[in-house]
């Protein structure tokens, strides 16, 4: 079945860790996306990329950071720098254009110690 | 920059009602794209309805329809014969066709179905 996995489902971290989120997705698409999901804001954009080895900044990148090196897999890595990382954290993909549907992954809830 | 409001936080239907969840948005581009994202308690998002701004024709899929006012630059979403499984939150969003190639969404609407 194609479909678009994160991992782990829950993540806890002490202050001052990096850590990072998996996503992979074995839709053939070529564009994904990390969105942040807190209560009452709706989704805000932290990084897309469009192609491999290719990735722009969204709304929040601060203290953020992805790779791109596989068209399957586009980690993100919440660095020591994220003031705030406690959230739920949403990946997805799409054929190339952002006004074809995405297809999101199940989340992955971080919770910082 | 591009904003999408969804003013109503939470709303409430009775199962085989109709109910109508509202949005605006704000763009000085002429040509974009609009989409409703369902998530259940499961928080699985899924899309439930995409409308070309360039199609005056609302969007229709199944029980679901929308009523998009460019110029008022309104999309609301309608859900007829609500049912139990409609329940969740629901999220507006929007897209421009420029080079950005991002999707802006909304802060959405909790639905809660009335058995």
């Known amino acids: 079945d194609g479909g678009i996995t994160q991992s782990p489902k829950y993540l806890f971290r002490k202050e001052g860790q990096n850590v990072t989120l998996s996503c992979e997705q074995n839709l053939n698409h070529d564009a994904m996306y990390w969105y942040r999901q807190d209560p009452g804001q709706g989704l805000r954009l932290i990084y897309y990329s469009q192609i491999v080895n290719d990735f722009q900044k969204g709304d929040i990148a601060e203290g953020y950071s992805v790779s791109r090196e596989k068209k399957e897999s586009f980690p993100l890595t919440v660095t020591s720098a994220q003031k705030n990382p406690t959230a739920f954290y949403l990946c997805?993909?799409?054929?190339?254009?952002?006004?074809?549907?995405?297809?999101f992954g199940p989340g992955t809830r971080l919770t910082v110690l | 920059a591009q904003t999408v409001t969804q003013s109503q936080p939470e709303m409430s239907v009775q199962e085989a009602e109709t109910v109508t969840l509202s949005c605006t948005y704000d763009t000085s581009e002429s040509d974009y794209y609009l989409f409703w994202y369902k998530q259940p308690p499961s928080r699985q998002m899924i899309l439930v309805i995409r409308?070309?701004?360039?199609?005056?024709q609302n969007a229709t899929e199944n029980r679901f329809s929308v009523n998009f006012q460019k110029a008022a630059k309104s999309f609301s979403l309608k859900i007829s014969d609500s049912q139990l499984g409609d329940a969740a939150m629901y999220f507006c969003a929007y897209t421009s066709l420029g080079g950005y190639q991002k999707v802006t969404f909304g802060t959405g609407t909790k639905l809660q179905v009335i058995p």
């Open positions: 409308q070309e701004a360039y199609k005056q």
């Open positions: 997805a993909s799409s054929i190339s254009g952002s006004y074809n549907e995405q297809f």
